[in-house]
């Protein structure tokens, strides 16, 4: 159950964050997905940022994008997923054996966390069994989302798939374990407010996710 959801938590990585972000107009160069990278005599290299999502509109990728991803002869992502590294975040995720989420949230928490997993089908046993922030990645995607991938891969992951089926090499940025250990590091208070702040209704849980994909679109960072 929890592997196959491995590539969803990755993408709540992303999501945790967001209520830290700056705004766009207090960003140097704030509009634009796709940037070119130049030095010298050295080859032309392009960064391209991704939305961690199934969602066709965010698939639909534009002339110029399809255009650098087709000349370019890598591509570096933030981690590779492989089974190993399912394995290995799935082990990182569970509390050591004797411990369970109640004895580190507020019976509050973890009801609201409860209500938000239902409709992803976990059931509080399983989360009983959980770190604060693995909880907290597991519920920071709407129903909806799940189903669609399916059926269709989330961006960087159809990226990754289809460099290496034109036999593009493929590089990682950072280690699965470095990732994880930003949030083995948080202080387990500060697990608990992420937990607390996307332990959120449905509803306000869609509206969340249309402004991410609304700004995605509009290629505001």
């Keep these: 159950m929890l592997l196959a959801r491995i590539p969803r938590l990755l993408a709540a990585l992303l999501v945790l964050l967001l209520p830290y972000a700056a705004a766009a107009e207090t960003l140097r160069h704030g509009q634009g997905l796709l940037w070119q990278v130049a030095y010298e005599a050295k080859p032309v290299a392009h960064i391209f940022g991704t939305m961690h999502s199934a969602d066709p509109d965010v698939l639909a990728l534009s002339p110029p994008v399809i255009e650098a991803f087709k000349t370019a002869p890598s591509l570096s992502l933030e981690i590779i997923l492989d089974d190993g590294a399912m394995q290995r975040i799935s082990a990182a995720m569970r509390l050591p054996k004797g411990q369970h989420l109640q004895d580190f949230v507020p019976p509050d928490v973890f009801s609201r966390a409860a209500a938000a997993a239902e409709p992803l089908g976990l059931q509080p046993i399983q989360l009983s069994r959980l770190k604060p922030w693995a909880v907290a990645m597991l519920i920071s995607f709407e129903p909806e989302d799940s189903v669609r991938k399916r059926a269709r891969l989330p961006l960087d992951l159809w990226l990754m798939q289809t460099a ?19 949030f083995d590091a948080m202080p387990t208070e500060d697990q608990v407010a992420h937990l607390r702040s996307v332990a959120v209704p449905m509803p306000e849980k869609h509206r969340m996710m249309a402004a991410l994909k609304d700004a995605y679109l509009r290629r505001d960072i």
Excluded at 164 to 182: C, I, M, N, S, W
């Design 164 to 182: 290496r089926a034109r036999h593009k090499p493929v590089y990682a940025l950072e280690t699965l374990r470095e990732q994880v250990d930003v």
